[in-house]
C-alpha cells in the first residue's frame, strides 16, 4: 500500500474502518458525518448527523457482514476525496446483496469525515 497515492490509501483506510464499524455497531460510523451531511439511501434524503445516525440504526436487520469488492477513491480539486464502493452484504439470514455506497471525504482538523453519503442496492429487475 506504500506505493500508493495518499488519496487513495486513505479513500481505502478510511472504507474499511467503516465498515468494520458499522458491521460490529451501526451508530459507531456516526462520529466520522457532519451536522451538515446528506445521506441518500434508496433514494430517500436525510439532512444532518442525527437524522442519518438514525436511519442506519433503524435499518431492519440485527446482524450484517459486508465484504468489498472493489472500491474506487479519487483526489478532487478541493483536496477532498470521494471514494465509489461495490460491496456484497448478508444481513441477518437473507441472501447475498450487492451494493454501491459513495463517500465524498473532507480533512477537518485532521480527521476525515462525511461530507454526504449515496448507498443503492443493485437489484435489477429484468422481468
Not at 451508530?27 to 458525518?33: I, K, L, N, R, V
Not at 480533512?107 to 429484468?126: E, K
Request: contains cysteine; negative net charge; hydrophobic residues 35%.
Amino acid at each position: 500500500m506504500g506505493d500508493k497515492p495518499v488519496w487513495e490509501q486513505t479513500g481505502s483506510c478510511f472504507i474499511q474502518h467503516y465498515y468494520q464499524l458499522f458491521d460490529n455497531d451501526r451508530t459507531q460510523p456516526g462520529a466520522s458525518y457532519l451536522d451538515a451531511t446528506c445521506l441518500t439511501w434508496e433514494g430517500q434524503q436525510f439532512q444532518g448527523k442525527a437524522a442519518t445516525v438514525e436511519k442506519l440504526s433503524s435499518l431492519p436487520f440485527q446482524k450484517i457482514q459486508d465484504s468489498i469488492t472493489a472500491q474506487d477513491p479519487q483526489p478532487r480539486s478541493d483536496s477532498c476525496i470521494i471514494s465509489m464502493v461495490v460491496d456484497q452484504l448478508k444481513a441477518d439470514e437473507d441472501p447475498v446483496m450487492g451494493f454501491h455506497q459513495m463517500f465524498p471525504l473532507k480533512n477537518i482538523s485532521d480527521a476525515w469525515v462525511h461530507t454526504n453519503d449515496m448507498f443503492r442496492l443493485a437489484l435489477h429487475n429484468f422481468g
